[in-house]
C-alpha cells in the first residue's frame, strides 16, 4: 500500500486498473481496521477484556489483508490473460480468461465481505473514540466491493450468452445484494455508537 502503487495506476496504461484499485481500496480499509484491533488489543488486553478475542481478530484482519493485496496483483494478471487471449483468438483460451476477469473481481467483493464481518465484530467491542475510523474503514470497503462488482459487470457482456453467463450473472447479483444488506448493517451500527443519548 504504498505510494508506488498510487504512481502505477496514474499511468496511462491499462494495468493496474479498476479492479487492483478496488482491491487497494479495500486493502486501505482492512489496515485501518488493523490499526484499531491494535490498539484496542494494547488498551483492552486479555486481562481487561478478557472474553475478547482481539488477538484473534487481528490475526483474521492480517489473512484478509494479505488475501486482498493477492487480488491486487492477480487481478493484473487477469487482465493480461485477458488482452492475450483476445490477441490469439482462441475459444478455450478466452473462455478461461473471461472466467478469470468474473471470478477475480468477485473475490475481492468476498474478501471486503469478510472483512465487513471482522469490522462489525471490532465496532461492537472498542472505544467510541475509534468508532469513526472504523466508519472510513467501512467506507472504504463499500468502495471497494462496489467498484469490484463494476469490473466483474463489465466483462460479463464478453461472455457467450449461456448458462456459464447466466450463474456469474446470478452470483454477482446475490453478492452484491448481501454485501449492500450487510455494509448497511454494519454501518448503521456504528453510526449509533456515535449517536448523541
Not at 475478547?52 to 494479505?66: C, E, G, N
Not at 482462441?90 to 465487513?116: F, K, S, W
Request: hydrophobic share 50%; net charge negative; aromatic share 4%.
Amino acid at each position: 500500500m504504498d505510494s508506488a502503487f498510487l504512481q502505477a495506476l496514474a499511468q496511462a496504461r491499462p494495468d493496474p486498473g479498476g479492479g487492483a484499485a478496488a482491491a487497494h481500496s479495500a486493502a486501505l480499509g482492512l489496515a485501518l481496521l488493523a490499526k484499531v484491533v491494535q490498539l484496542e488489543h494494547r488498551r483492552q488486553g486479555p486481562e481487561n477484556n478478557p472474553g475478547f478475542p482481539w488477538h484473534d481478530l487481528l490475526a483474521r484482519v492480517r489473512l484478509v489483508a494479505a488475501a486482498l493485496l493477492r487480488l491486487q496483483a492477480e487481478d493484473v494478471q487477469a487482465y493480461f490473460k485477458l488482452t492475450q487471449a483476445r490477441s490469439s483468438g482462441d475459444p478455450v483460451e478466452m473462455a478461461a480468461a473471461l472466467e478469470e476477469a468474473v471470478a477475480c473481481p468477485l473475490r475481492i467483493m468476498q474478501q471486503a465481505q469478510e472483512g465487513l464481518a471482522l469490522m462489525a465484530q471490532s465496532g461492537a467491542g472498542c472505544a467510541l473514540h475509534l468508532v469513526a475510523d472504523l466508519l472510513v474503514a467501512c467506507e472504504l470497503l463499500g468502495a471497494a466491493w462496489r467498484g469490484a462488482h463494476h469490473i466483474a459487470r463489465a466483462n460479463l457482456p464478453l461472455m457467450p450468452q449461456d448458462s456459464r453467463r447466466v450463474v456469474w450473472d446470478e452470483t454477482l447479483s446475490h453478492t452484491l445484494d448481501a454485501l449492500e444488506a450487510e455494509w448497511q448493517l454494519v454501518r448503521a451500527e456504528l453510526i449509533g455508537r456515535l449517536t448523541w443519548t
